[in-house]
C-alpha cells in the first residue's frame, strides 16, 4: 500500500493488502463506494479502478492487479454493513461484472437527495455542493483508467469521489430517519438491486414496437434475444451486431433472402457476410412460429392528456408538500399504466411500482382523483 501526506487516498494493488484492510473494514457500519470503468467498445464494462472509503481513508483498489476479490466479496453481501454509492446503475454491472454478486444493503444517496428535497437526478458535485458547501472539480472524468501508472491527477480525483460520501451519507440517513423516509429509501434501493436481474424482454424497448403485428413481433424478439447473446459472446455494444433501427425494418418486412436483407438501413456488408445467413433463418423461424407474443399497447389515446396532466399536478402538489422531487413520487411509465388500467371501463389498478410507500402518499390519491 503507498500514501503519503500529499495523497488522499490509500493504493492497494495485491491481494495480501485487500485482505488485510477488508479485515479491517468487517465492523464498519457501511462502505462508501465507487467505480472507475471504460466501456467504449465492449458489452460488459471494464472496471479500471475501485474507491472505497469507511470513514477515515481513501482507498483506491487495483483491479488490474489483484484476482483475490473473496474478502470484499463477504463484505459486500454483509447485512450489517450499508453501502453507500451515488446513482449507482453503472457501478452495479461493474460489480456483478467482477464479483458476480451485487453490494447489499443499498444507500443510493442520488435517491436520498431526492426524497430529501435536494433534486431529481442530482449530480455527486451538485449534492456535495448543496450538503457541505463544498466544490469537487471533476477534471479527469474522460481519463483512460485502464493506462498504468494512473497519474496522479487521476487518482486525486477518484478518491474525491468517495471522500465525501461518509458525511453525507450520515446527514442524509438522520435527516430520513427524521422525516420517516428511512424505510421509503431502503425500499427503493432493493427495488433497484432486484430489478437488476429483470429478465423483460428487449424487444419492447425497441422504439415503435408497438407498430408491429404479433407475427412481425415474433421475428423482432428472437432477432432481439439472438442480438443479446451475440453481444455478449463478441463482447460488443448490442448496436455493433445489429442497431435497434435495424431490427425493427427487418421485423417489419420479414425478409426470406439476402438480397431483401441488404436494403435494410445501417445494415453494412460485414454484417451480411457474417450474421445474413442467420439472420434469414431466425426470420422464417420466427414466421413458422405458433405461439406469438401479444400485440404491444399503442400510445395512450389523445383525450387522456387532460387526465394526465390532472395528475401530474395532484403529484406536484403532494411532492412540495413532501418538499421531494415528483419524479421519484410517479414515473412517466406510472401515469401510463395507470391510465391504461381504466380502460374499456374497467376500474383504475394500480401499477406494481406504486405499492409499498408509494401507495398511501400517492397512490391512493391518484386513484381517489381518477374515481371522482
Not at 62 to 76: C, G, R, T
Not at 78 to 89: A, E, M, R, T, Y
Not at 202 to 220: D, R
Not at 261 to 290: C, F, H, M, N, Y
Request: with cysteine; net charge neutral.
Amino acid at each position: 500500500m503507498s500514501s503519503n501526506p500529499s495523497e488522499n487516498y490509500i493504493f492497494i494493488t495485491n491481494n495480501e493488502q485487500l485482505a488485510q484492510c477488508c479485515v479491517q473494514w468487517q465492523d464498519a457500519t457501511f462502505l462508501a463506494l465507487d467505480t472507475e470503468f471504460i466501456r467504449t467498445d465492449t458489452f460488459y464494462p471494464i472496471a479500471g479502478l475501485l474507491q472505497l472509503s469507511a470513514g477515515a481513508d481513501n482507498y483506491l483498489i487495483d483491479p488490474l492487479s489483484i484476482n483475490e476479490w473473496q474478502p470484499l466479496v463477504v463484505l459486500l453481501q454483509q447485512p450489517s454493513i450499508v453501502k453507500v454509492l451515488h446513482s449507482c446503475s453503472e457501478d452495479l454491472e461493474v460489480f456483478e461484472r467482477l464479483f458476480g454478486v451485487l453490494p447489499t444493503p443499498l444507500f443510493d444517496t442520488q435517491l436520498a437527495a431526492a426524497m430529501l428535497g435536494f433534486g431529481f437526478s442530482l449530480s455527486y458535485q451538485n449534492l456535495v455542493a448543496a450538503i457541505l458547501d463544498v466544490h469537487v472539480e471533476k477534471g479527469e472524468t474522460r481519463s483512460n483508467w485502464l493506462q498504468r501508472p494512473l497519474s496522479p491527477s487521476q487518482c486525486h480525483y477518484a478518491a474525491l469521489d468517495v471522500e465525501y460520501l461518509p458525511e453525507i451519507y450520515q446527514q442524509m440517513h438522520d435527516s430520513l430517519v427524521a422525516k420517516d423516509r428511512l424505510a421509503w429509501l431502503q425500499h427503493d434501493c432493493a427495488e433497484q438491486v432486484a430489478s437488476f436481474y429483470s429478465n423483460e424482454p428487449y424487444y419492447k424497448k425497441v422504439k415503435s414496437a408497438w407498430k408491429l403485428t404479433p407475427k412481425q413481433l415474433q421475428v423482432l424478439a428472437s432477432l432481439t434475444h439472438w442480438r443479446e447473446q451475440q453481444a455478449r459472446q463478441r463482447d460488443v455494444p448490442r448496436g455493433r451486431v445489429i442497431k435497434d433501427k435495424s431490427c425493427f425494418e427487418i421485423a417489419s418486412i420479414m425478409p426470406s433472402q439476402i438480397n431483401q436483407l441488404a436494403k435494410i438501413s445501417e445494415l453494412g456488408p460485414k454484417t451480411l457476410r457474417v450474421d445474413g445467413d442467420k439472420i434469414i433463418a431466425l426470420v422464417a423461424e420466427a414466421k413458422a412460429a405458433d405461439d406469438l407474443p401479444k400485440a404491444l399497447p399503442k400510445p395512450l389515446p389523445v383525450q387522456t392528456g387532460g387526465v394526465l396532466k390532472q395528475l401530474k399536478a395532484q403529484v406536484k402538489q403532494v411532492a412540495e408538500e413532501l418538499n421531494m422531487a415528483s419524479e421519484i413520487l410517479v414515473k412517466k411509465r406510472d401515469y401510463e399504466s395507470l391510465l391504461r388500467s381504466g380502460m374499456s371501463g374497467k376500474p383504475y389498478q394500480l401499477p406494481a411500482s406504486l405499492s409499498g410507500w408509494r401507495k398511501a402518499v400517492i397512490g391512493d390519491v391518484l386513484l381517489r382523483q381518477l374515481k371522482g
